[in-house]
């Protein structure tokens, strides 16, 4: 008799995802709880979208906690990762997913030469600092624990081909994100723990509704992408949970483009 595998399983894991109170965070957080996470921490710097999409999670059946948290401040996130040891016990998945193109979410308008680190700290705080900070405590629980896991950073096409208009910053910090998180793979390795990135382009979410309700914006973004249409969050986060599970654990320090084919050169 013949028995059929479940590909993507995240084998009853706590897994934290940043940033998840909407977007893709949202659906990565909602995928890995439909993929057997045993735990899914919901964590946002605004408090009532994390609880909403916790509830959203604890009705499906999966246990669930909405966090507010910025991830950019390195004491506030030792705080969130203690709490959820005491809740669930160790961390067996990050998704670091939180991040912004600039202040208030969009880029600085000023052209690079004048801006200045008011209009650079935002998103390199979330975008680098963010990552640094979780990953920092998601890697001290996976290695005490000795139970493997997986770390998985959301980037953009940004910080591969370096865009310019004000996203300066922010493919720096997206790039940075990248190098670190080849580091924790070399780092991880040893414990089993796997880390990985995935570089999105153009997708659909409250981030860039407005962006790519333009028509001109739209034909000139969809005119780059092999596969003509925006990503949508189920694009990204079909291949997040695939990383996070089971069936990736000989895949590391990699990033993964989910871009419909537009860095096909790189
Ligand atoms: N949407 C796209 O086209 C696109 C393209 C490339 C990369 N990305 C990346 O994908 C990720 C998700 O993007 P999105 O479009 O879903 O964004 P979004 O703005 O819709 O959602 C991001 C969420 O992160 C939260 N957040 C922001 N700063 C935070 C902080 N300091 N601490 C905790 N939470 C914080 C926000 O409150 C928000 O709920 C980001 O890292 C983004 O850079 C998105």
Redesign the pocket.
């Known amino acids: 008799m013949s028995q059929t595998r479940q590909i993507i399983d995240i084998e009853g894991r706590v897994a934290v995802v ?2 998840a ?5 949202r659906q990565i957080a909602l995928d890995l709880a439909a993929h057997g996470a045993g735990a899914v921490v919901v ?4 408090a009532a ?1 994390a609880q909403r999409v916790a509830d959203e999670i604890s009705e499906q059946g999966t246990k669930a906690m909405g966090l507010r ?4 401040n390195f004491d506030a996130v030792g705080e969130m990762f203690a709490t959820i040891q005491e809740a669930y016990g160790p961390v067996g998945v990050l998704v670091n ?5 600039g202040g208030d ?1 969009a880029p600085p308008s000023q052209p690079f030469w004048e801006q200045g680190p008011a209009e650079w700290y935002p998103s390199i ?3 680098l600092h ?1 990552v640094l900070n979780c990953a920092r405590y998601a890697l001290g629980q996976m290695v005490n624990a000795s139970g493997g896991g997986r770390i998985v950073t ?5 910080g591969r081909v370096g865009e310019i208009n004000g996203l300066e910053a922010y493919s720096g910090a ?1 790039a940075g994100a990248a190098g670190l998180t080849r580091a924790l793979a070399r780092l991880g390795g040893r414990y089993q723990v796997t880390a990985n990135s995935v570089a ?4 659909r ?4 509704e407005e962006y790519l309700a333009d028509p001109d914006m739209r034909k000139r973004v969809l005119g780059q992408y092999m596969v003509r249409r925006v ?1 949508e ?1 189920t694009d990204a986060s079909g291949m997040v949970a695939f990383l996070a599970s089971a069936a990736a654990g000989w895949i590391s320090g990699q990033t993964i483009p989910v871009n419909g084919g537009y860095s096909v050169t790189l």
């Open positions: 940043t940033g109170g909407q977007g893709v965070g964590n946002d710097i605004d979208r948290c910025d991830v950019s997913n939180a991040g912004n193109q979410k705080g979330v975008n963010g959301v980037i953009s096409d940004a997206k999105l382009g153009a997708t979410t409250p981030a860039t990503g969050p």
